[in-house]
């Protein structure tokens, strides 16, 4: 079981990324996904999160709401999420993850990856 994040880097505010994270050993479609971050000196937090496939249940922070998409593409058994509109506050460090339970942080966690938005 491995999560292989990518698509962090440097961006100017107001510009967008789209972060990947691939998945192994497992489908996508059958765990709750989900993206966390984590900036320097502060806690972890959810930033966005979905239901298994064929469950409509979202979770946005306020946030990153109306800025950031998350979604899965089965075919690439990939979780992604879409980043536009990038304030200096978006800066942190990414993290993929997958489980049982909405709302709450599963047990499978990507390397994490780095995006950073200058002013």
């Known amino acids: 079981v491995q999560l292989q994040a990518s698509g962090g880097g440097l961006v100017q505010s107001g510009g967008s990324l789209t972060l990947s994270c691939a998945a192994s050993g497992f489908s996508v479609d059958d765990y709750v996904i989900g993206w966390f971050r984590q900036a320097p000196g502060k806690e972890r937090e959810a930033v966005s999160c979905?239901?298994?496939?064929?469950?409509?249940?979202?979770y946005t922070a306020d946030s990153v709401k109306d800025r950031f998409t998350i979604s899965r593409d089965a075919t690439k058994n990939t979780l992604i999420l879409q980043m536009n509109s990038l304030k200096p506050e978006d800066t942190a460090v990414y993290y993929c993850n997958l489980g049982d339970y909405f709302l709450q942080a599963g047990p499978y966690w990507g390397q994490g990856t780095q995006v950073t938005v200058s002013s």
């Open positions: 979905q239901g298994r496939s064929g469950d409509r249940r979202a």
